[in-house]
């Protein structure tokens, strides 16, 4: 009896479906702006000296606050709570701090979450801003969050840097850690047959 019971639990295990997994969403602007969008910047693809190749390059055209806007390859997708969202900037002109570069805006269900991700400024040299996307972090209660990042409906990222309208930065490798739905492990119908055929020969045995 024991055999048997340990030789179903083994197959049960088999045939179960595979724990979620993480993949992730990335805009690395080799050949074009990917579907960004600006907002109070003008927008323009450079094709070399990125990180390591093209970049988005916006241009502030209003001396307000500007921002860039995700394509919809970002839209309706399932953040990873727990995961990373990060891109990489440069400033191409000198700037004036100010703060709130770097502030990510993320909604969905109806609720929005902001967090300025970086204290670093734009300058000559490629850096990275980053965060986990955890409700802690982004200072949410743990059921804003989930549904904040269970269907998320925009995505933007503050580019402003400087007072006044002169300044030009550049963006590259934005990317996002996204949950997947879980999958069944491959030749899961063969694993369930192999099972109950196994289950049935020791029933014979006994």
Do not use: C
Not at 53 to 80: C, E, H, M, R, W
Not at 137 to 146: A, H, K, L, M
Not at 160 to 170: A, K, R, W
């Amino acid at each position: 009896m024991l055999r048997e019971t340990l030789f179903v639990a083994a197959a049960a295990t088999m045939i179960a479906a595979a724990p979620a997994l993480a993949g992730s969403v990335t805009s690395t602007f080799d050949s074009d702006l990917e579907g960004w969008t600006g907002n109070g910047f003008s927008l323009q693809h450079i094709d070399s000296g990125g990180n390591p190749v093209g970049y988005l390059k916006g241009t502030d055209t209003t001396g307000n606050f500007g921002t860039i806007i995700a394509p919809s390859k970002f839209i309706g997708i399932a953040l990873l709570d727990g995961g990373m969202l990060s891109f990489d900037f440069i400033g191409l002109v000198p700037n004036n701090v100010l703060t709130g570069f770097g502030e990510v805006t993320i909604s969905g269900g109806g609720l929005s979450s902001s967090l300025d991700i970086t204290d670093l400024q734009p300058n000559s040299t490629w850096q990275t801003a980053s965060t986990v996307l955890s409700a802690a972090i982004w200072g949410e209660s743990q059921s804003d969050w989930t549904t904040i990042i269970s269907d998320v409906s925009a995505i933007t990222i503050e580019i402003e840097s400087i007072n006044g309208f002169d300044e030009m930065n550049g963006i590259d490798n934005v990317s996002v850690d996204i949950a997947m739905a879980p999958v069944p492990l491959p030749g899961a119908g063969a694993l369930l047959l192999a099972g109950l055929g196994g289950f049935a020969y020791l029933r014979r045995r006994a």
